[in-house]
């Protein structure tokens, strides 16, 4: 099991950018996939949730809803989590995960990719 986020770089506020999380090893169409991050100083947080193609559900923090868009390309085995008007508080390092279902731990983890948000 294999996933690996990229995508991430220095953008300005109210730029956009699309992080993609590649997943290897196991059907992705099966698993809830998460989006997460965190800045210096803080907890890691949850960003976005996928659940499984069956469910179909999206899970939002309140502080990205509307802004973030989380989708799935299970031919390409790729999570991506579309990032909109970006905010100088969206700085952080973000990682993908994957969990059985939403209300399960994670049990694999992405290496981060950071995003910096500045002017």
């Known amino acids: 099991v294999q996933l690996q986020a990229c995508g991430g770089g220095l953008v300005q506020p109210g730029d956009s950018l699309r992080l993609s999380c590649a997943t290897s090893g196991f059907p992705l169409d099966l698993w809830t996939i998460g989006w997460f991050r965190q800045a210096p100083g803080k907890e890691r947080e949850g960003v976005a949730c996928l659940s499984s193609v069956s469910d179909g559900s999206t899970y939002y923090a309140d502080s990205v809803k509307g802004r973030f868009t989380i989708s799935r390309d299970n031919a390409k085995n790729t999570v991506y989590l579309q990032m909109n008007d970006l905010k100088p508080e969206d700085t952080a390092l973000y990682y993908c995960?994957?969990?059985?279902?939403?209300?399960?731990?994670?049990?694999?983890w992405g290496q981060g990719t950071q995003v910096t948000v500045s002017s």
């Open positions: 995960a994957r969990r059985f279902a939403v209300n399960y731990p994670n049990d694999y």
